[in-house]
């Protein structure tokens, strides 16, 4: 008689847990956009799979660089109009003006440093891709403030503080950057690069030179007796002033000093 029993199958292993680093990665793998680069499908793309973005900036005769520029200037430039509304008159279109021409002149600035930095942290890329890489940052930080422009109108119909709505714009620049620079770093990861200082830097330099260009373009907000300025300001001895020194500033008073 055979009392030998047959053991029991084990139960199964558990499925493995979703690991978000690999999902990151998959985000920024380098694949084609899988359908005809429309502004819409570029956009979806910039938001969910922005790997597929840098690989279309890759390849000669692209529109999507083009797309990704007219986006950011979009987004920027209803940003800027719905600063204009916190003044009105001809601060509805200086400010949209402003805003866009601001941006551009500093990614204009900015890129040759860029391409420098870049090229010694090892990032393996040609300056058509570096470019790409810029223009996917300033594109997802516009759809931010687009995102966040809702909130800028609102304040700017319920309050007369310059200081402020100074500091709102300033909080939500910042923070669309933040997410911008982010979009950088991965791009630039997927590029090879080895030395993260070197982007650390560029990326400290160019939002200096955008808070220096806000006060070379003064007033965004408020009003002033002049288009421009007549007077050059570091942007910190700008904000000093205007906080220190007429912090209850109205959006009556002249802003462009």
């Known amino acids: 008689m055979n009392l030998e029993t047959t053991p029991a199958p084990s139960p199964a292993p558990p499925p493995p847990l979703p690991n978000p680093t690999h999902n990151s990665d998959a985000k920024m793998e380098l694949q084609p956009l899988g359908a005809p680069a ?11 799979h922005p790997g597929r973005i840098l690989h279309e900036c890759k390849q000669r005769g692209s529109k999507v660089p083009l797309i990704l520029l007219v986006a950011a200037v979009l987004g920027l430039a209803v940003f800027g109009a719905l600063l204009g509304t916190f003044s ?12 866009v021409g601001g941006v551009l002149a500093s990614l204009l600035i900015c890129l040759p440093s860029l391409y420098i930095f870049s090229a010694l942290g090892g990032i393996e890329a040609r300056l058509p891709q ?28 319920s309050t ?13 620049w910042i923070i669309a950057l933040l997410f911008g620079f982010r979009l950088l770093v991965s791009a ?57 020194g007429s912090g209850n500033t109205s959006k009556s008073e002249q802003y462009g000093r």
């Open 38 to 48: 429309s502004f819409v499908v570029v956009i979806e793309a910039l938001l969910r």
């Open 160 to 172: 007369e503080s310059v200081g402020f709505m100074g500091f709102l714009v300033l909080a939500f």
């Open 88 to 99: 009105g008159g001809t601060q509805y279109w200086a400010s949209p003006v402003k805003v």
């Open 130 to 157: 570096i470019a790409g890489m810029l223009l996917s940052m300033i594109a997802l930080t516009a759809l931010l403030l687009l995102g966040f422009a809702p909130v800028v109108w609102i304040f700017s119909q």
């Open 188 to 244: 630039a990861g997927t590029f090879g690069m080895t030395g993260g200082l070197y982007l650390t830097i560029w990326m400290g330099i160019f939002l200096v030179v955008t808070l220096q260009m806000s006060t070379a373009l003064r007033p965004l907000i408020g009003t002033a007796s002049t288009l421009l300025p007549e007077k050059k300001m570091f942007f910190l001895e700008h904000w000093i002033q205007e906080t220190g």
